[in-house]
């Protein structure tokens, strides 16, 4: 199906790796295509109820393909760069809960990856880092507008200025991640969440994503009139209904909406 990629569905999980492990999984244009349409089929397919997100090998995602960036123009570079920022956004805005399953180096455009999921669990090798600068250019797959609202400000600008790596315990204090596991644990892990949200009403999960993404990048009072609005969408779904007769009747809820 993929060329770069290898996706798969198991009990109602979608697990896409990125599969370039002597390139430790750059994004290249073609990585990036194949992403998009990754996601795309896993937004589609009834049977999946969430994404999990990893590298193969070594490395989550190491950066963007420097190979193929160094003999663009710069009206080449902002063609890449608008479509490294589509593609993120894309993943960010699907309807199902996404977990990075963070395995390795998430350098650059790989840490801009990682942040696009819901819920970043690193291993313990895990390293993060948006060296950049290094390169003469800036973050432009949505890094410096992600990290700053996952770290804060001062802190997502040193990092950005400085192209310090960090490792997963100092991404873990700083809130880039929300779990360090032992590298065996952590697609286990992953799948675990995975199947705990999975279990809860999936209107509702939807409608949380929504009121998240786009309340964040407003201020306070509008997002919480935003809330209000998509809110109604579960408060009104049979879902609702089961699960507080399911709680007032002290039993598992059977969620059926989609």
Known sequence: MFEYLKYEVNNNIATITVNRPKALNALSAEVLDELFEAF?????????????LTGEGRAFVAGADIS????????????????????????????????????????????????????????????????????????????????????????????MMTA??????????IGLVEKVVAAEDLISTCESIANTIMGKAPLAIKALKVAVN??????????????????CAPFCSEDRKEGMNAFLEKRPAKFESK
Request: glycine share 14%.
């Open 40 to 52: 795309m089929a896993a937004e589609n397919d009834s049977d999946v109820g969430a994404v999990i």
């Open 68 to 159: 193929q960036m160094v003999v663009l123009t710069g009206i080449d570079g902002q063609t890449l760069m608008k479509k490294g920022a589509l593609v993120m956004n894309h993943i960010e805005e699907i309807s199902k809960p996404v977990i990075g399953a963070i395995n390795g180096f998430a350098l650059g455009g790989g840490c801009e990856l990682a942040m696009a999921c819901d819920i970043r669990i690193a291993s313990v090798n895990a390293k993060f880092g948006q060296p950049e600068v290094n390169l003469g250019i800036i973050p432009g797959f949505g890094g410096t507008q992600r990290l700053p609202r996952l770290v804060g400000k001062g802190m997502g600008k040193y990092l």
């Open 164 to 173: 310090e790596i960090i490792n997963a315990e100092e991404a873990l204090r």
């Open 214 to 231: 786009q309340g964040i990048m407003l201020d306070v009072k509008t997002a919480v009139a935003l809330e209000g609005e998509v809110c």
